[in-house]
């Protein structure tokens, strides 16, 4: 959207839509997507563009991993509903503004177990109830609600546990403003390796970066630059080039990336 927006880009609807469509298309006999979805976003607006956002990431993701065209609609479909478990937690804990108790942290904590209960009953693929219950176990065990390690946890809920966090940390919150995704990525390189699955954390950041290319962003020192070369080895921190003058990120540890513009 933003391409076309901003860049004037061909906008090319078929493209898009086409895995969307044909997720609800195929399960319109087993399962009702629509009224799932209809429900979600009666219960709750944030939780459902949540869903929303986290099901496209994850399509894009799927792509990006050159998976097979019926494994990058499952993945969507993974990201669609890796929340559903929301709807059975109390309104006021998942509505509330701000950060939550320690009381009510653990009640949230239960929507993994609750999402999958949920879908037990429904005909759709396994790996959507696993991401459903697993997409909060980390690779190094740090994760709940089983505390789950690397390839115990089902490959669809590795993917999604990436995309839930970059959208979660890229969405504004009523105690911050969206993180701008260069310190998104600057958090997955830090500390992601251990928790995240590298084959699939590697491509989606580099990916990501990759689409930053020629953007213009705004530094921390107030200067507005143009991204112009992607460190491999560091992709949180590009060349930036400034009227004539190239930034190599890398190298200036005071300098950073504040907001794409
Ligand atoms: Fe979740
Ligand atoms: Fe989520």
Not at 140 to 150: E, F, I, N, Q, V
């Amino acid at each position: 959207m933003n391409l076309v927006v901003q860049k004037n880009t061909a906008l090319d609807v078929k493209t898009l839509l086409k895995n969307t469509l044909s997720i609800v298309s195929n399960h319109s006999g087993s399962i009702s997507i629509l009224d799932m979805l209809q429900n979600m976003r009666e219960y709750d607006d944030s939780t459902y563009t949540h869903s929303l956002n986290v099901a496209l990431i994850c399509n894009i993701l799927a792509g990006w991993l050159k998976l097979p065209k019926e494994d990058v609609e499952l993945a969507t479909a993974c990201g669609l509903f890796h929340d559903i478990g929301k709807m059975l937690i109390p309104y006021s804990i998942i509505a509330k503004p701000g950060r939550l108790s320690e009381e009510e942290f653990a009640t949230v904590k239960k929507h993994p177990a609750l999402g999958y209960e949920l879908l037990q009953s429904q005909d759709v693929d396994v790996h959507v109830k696993n991401a459903a219950l697993m997409h909060h176990e980390r690779s190094d065990g740090s994760g709940y609600p089983a505390k789950l390690k690397g390839n115990q946890i089902d490959p669809y809920a590795r993917m999604v546990a990436i995309a839930d966090v970059y959208d979660a940390m890229t969405a504004a919150r009523c105690y911050r403003g969206p993180l701008c995704p260069f310190c998104v990525i600057e958090m997955f390189e830090t500390e992601g390796f251990q928790k995240y699955d590298v084959s699939i954390l590697l491509p989606f950041l580099e990916n990501v970066v990759n689409s930053c290319l020629q953007n213009r962003c705004l530094l921390n020192d107030g200067r507005k630059v143009t991204i112009i070369y992607i460190n491999k080895e560091k992709l949180s921190r590009p060349v930036v080039q400034y009227g004539e003058e190239y930034i190599n990120l890398a190298d200036q540890p005071d300098l950073k990336i504040e907001k794409l513009l």
